[in-house]
C-alpha cells in the first residue's frame, strides 16, 4: 500500500512539473552534478516522451526511503536499443549513474543503469549511424526521370534519417555546440548567424536557460522550418504527384506534417493563415530545377523556434530550401535564411541526411505534461 | 438573466482553455493589458498593441476613438529597457505621454513591462501583461 501511495506522489509530482518532451537533457539537468543512486525498484513508466523508473532509495539523513524518478530516453530509442518495458521490474535492485535535476527535484537523468543482481547493464541506448554503404548506388528516378524522394510502392522503403548535423548556422563557420544546439560557450553566440541587436540578446537569453523553453519540447509546437530535417527520427517524403503536392511527414514533430505544392502555384491570397490556421510550416512552393527540388517557403508564425538551440525569427521569414538526391542513400539540404525581421542580411546552411532502408518512419508522439 | 450567467460562465471557461499563443519572435509584438494610474488604487485600465516591422516598433496605446498612436518606441536589449510616447489631446490641450519600463519574464508568453510614465500634467506607474 505503502508503494502505491509513493509512485502515485511520483507520477503526481511528475505530471506537476513544467512540461517537457525529449527536451535538450542540460535544459531539465546538470551534467556538473552527478549522482549514484542505489536503491529497489517501484515503477517503470514506458511512456513518451520519456520513459521512466522510480526507484526507492535509503534516505541518508533518516531512516526511511526517498523516491527517485530516473528518466530514460524514449520508449523509440530503448526499443531501438533492444530494450522493452519488462527489463527491469518492480522490485529489482539496481545501481543508477546520473546526473541530477537543475530544480533540485528528487529526478535523475539516468546515464547507466545496472542490475544488481547480475551486474548488468541494461537501458542504455548508442545513436550512432550505420556505417555508409561501399559503394554510391544511383539516384532512383521515376519514369521522366525525375528523382524519387520517398519510398518506392513495391520496391524499396524507408525515410531520411541521421542528419550531418543537427545544430544550425551560418555556412563555413565552426562553432561548438552540444546536439541540441546549446553553445559550449556563449561568446561565440554572434557568430551563429548575422542577427539583429534584439534577436541576438533573446539567442542568449535561451542559451543561458539551457534551452528550457523550447516550445517544441515545452508545449508540443510542431518544429516548423529547417529544424524539421534536424531532429531525430527523421523525415519522410511522400510524392503525391497526381495532385503535384509533395507531404513531408515529421517523425520527431508529434506525427504532423507538411505540404511542398509543385502545381506551380504562387505566393498568393491569404499566405500567412490566420489566428484560426497559425502556420507553423509556412506555406511551400517548388519547382524542380535539374535534379534539385527548390522550395520557396514564407508565411510562418512566430510561436515555435524554427533551429535546435532557439535562433529567433519573426513573420517576415522566407525559406529557400534546396533538395538534391545526390546518391541513393544521400539528400543533400540547403537553406537559405531571409528574415529582416530578426537578421541583418540573409545567411544559409546546409547539411545532409541519410536514407534509412526497410524501415518505418517512427511514430513519436510528444505529450504535454510528461517530462 | 439565467441564460447570461450560462453565457458568461462559457465564454469565461473558453477563455480559460484558451491555449497560450507562445509568441517566440520580436518580444515587443503583441497585444499588452494592464492598468496605469497615479496609484495602485486609482488606475486605469491600459491596452498597447505593439509590432515589429525589423527596423522600428510601433503601434497604438487604447485602440478606438481615442487612440494614441506610439511614438519613439524602442527595446534596448541591454536590460531589456522599453520606451514609448504618445501625443493625445483633449479640452484643456495636448497631452505628451511618456513611459519607461522594463520586460519581466522575456521567456514567457505572458511576460510583462512594468515602469512609470508621466505626461505634462500627471505622472505615475503602469503595468502592463501580454495577451
Known amino acids: ?371 | 438573466m439565467r441564460r447570461q450567467i450560462a453565457l458568461f460562465l462559457f465564454i469565461a471557461a473558453c477563455l480559460l482553455v484558451a491555449p497560450a499563443r507562445a509568441q517566440e519572435g520580436h518580444p515587443l509584438k503583441g497585444s499588452w493589458i494592464g492598468t496605469w494610474g497615479p496609484s495602485k488604487v486609482h488606475s486605469n485600465d491600459l491596452l498597447v498593441i505593439m509590432s515589429w516591422d525589423g527596423k522600428a516598433v510601433s503601434g497604438t496605446i487604447n485602440p478606438g476613438t481615442d487612440d494614441i498612436p506610439l511614438k519613439n518606441a524602442t527595446l534596448n536589449p541591454e536590460g531589456w529597457v522599453v520606451h514609448f510616447e504618445g501625443e493625445a489631446k483633449d479640452k484643456a490641450g495636448p497631452i505628451n505621454y511618456v513611459f519607461d519600463g522594463k520586460i519581466e519574464g522575456l521567456a514567457f508568453h505572458n511576460r510583462s513591462i512594468s515602469g512609470t510614465w508621466k505626461s505634462n500634467r500627471e505622472s505615475g506607474q503602469f503595468k502592463i501583461q501580454r495577451q
Open chain 1, 1 to 371: 500500500m505503502k508503494f502505491i501511495a509513493i509512485s502515485t506522489l511520483a507520477l503526481l509530482l511528475l505530471a506537476g512539473a513544467p512540461a517537457a518532451a525529449h527536451h535538450a537533457i542540460s535544459a531539465k539537468f546538470d551534467d556538473k552534478k552527478p549522482m549514484t543512486l542505489s536503491g529497489v525498484v517501484t515503477l517503470v513508466d514506458w511512456r513518451n516522451p520519456h520513459a521512466h523508473i522510480f526507484v526507492n532509495v535509503k534516505d541518508p539523513k533518516g531512516t526511511g526511503v526517498l523516491n527517485w524518478a530516473v528518466e530514460l530516453e524514449s520508449p523509440i530509442d530503448l526499443q531501438e536499443g533492444g530494450w522493452n518495458r519488462d527489463i527491469v521490474k518492480p522490485g529489482d535492485s539496481v545501481t543508477v549513474k546520473g546526473i541530477v535535476a537543475r530544480d533540485g527535484s528528487r529526478q535523475v537523468w539516468g546515464e547507466s543503469v545496472v542490475l544488481s543482481a547480475t551486474g548488468r547493464r541494461v537501458l542504455n541506448v548508442t545513436t550512432t549511424p550505420p556505417p555508409p554503404p561501399l559503394q554510391a548506388r544511383p539516384v532512383p528516378r521515376w519514369p521522366d526521370k525525375q528523382p524519387r524522394l520517398g519510398p518506392i510502392t513495391g520496391g524499396a522503403q524507408g525515410y531520411w534519417g541521421y542528419p550531418s548535423s543537427t545544430v544550425m548556422m551560418e555556412a563555413n563557420t565552426n562553432i561548438k555546440m552540444d546536439p541540441w544546439g546549446l553553445l559550449a560557450n556563449i561568446a561565440d553566440a554572434p557568430k551563429v548567424a548575422p542577427m539583429q541587436p534584439w534577436a541576438l540578446a533573446l539567442y542568449r537569453n535561451r542559451q543561458s536557460r539551457f534551452l528550457q523553453d523550447d516550445p517544441t519540447y515545452l508545449n508540443c509546437k510542431p518544429p516548423g522550418g529547417p529544424r524539421q530535417f534536424q531532429l531525430r527520427y527523421g523525415v519522410q517524403f511522400v510524392e503525391d504527384r497526381e495532385r503535384q503536392r509533395i507531404f513531408v511527414l515529421i517523425g520527431g514533430g508529434n506525427s504532423n506534417y507538411r505540404i511542398i505544392y509543385t502545381d506551380g502555384r504562387t505566393h498568393a491570397g491569404q499566405v500567412g493563415g490566420d489566428d484560426d490556421n497559425p502556420l507553423y510550416y509556412g506555406r511551400a512552393v517548388a519547382k524542380w530545377e535539374g535534379d534539385t527540388l527548390a522550395v520557396d517557403t514564407r508565411g510562418f508564425n512566430e510561436d515555435f523556434w524554427f533551429t535546435n538551440g532557439g535562433l529567433p525569427h519573426t513573420e517576415q521569414l522566407k525559406l529557400l530550401e534546396r533538395f538534391t538526391r545526390t546518391d541513393f542513400d544521400t539528400l543533400k539540404y540547403e537553406v537559405t535564411i531571409d528574415d529582416p525581421g530578426a537578421y541583418t542580411r540573409s545567411w544559409s546552411s546546409g547539411w545532409t541526411l541519410r536514407w534509412i532502408a526497410n524501415e518505418e518512419l517512427p511514430r513519436h508522439l510528444c505529450q504535454e505534461n510528461r517530462p
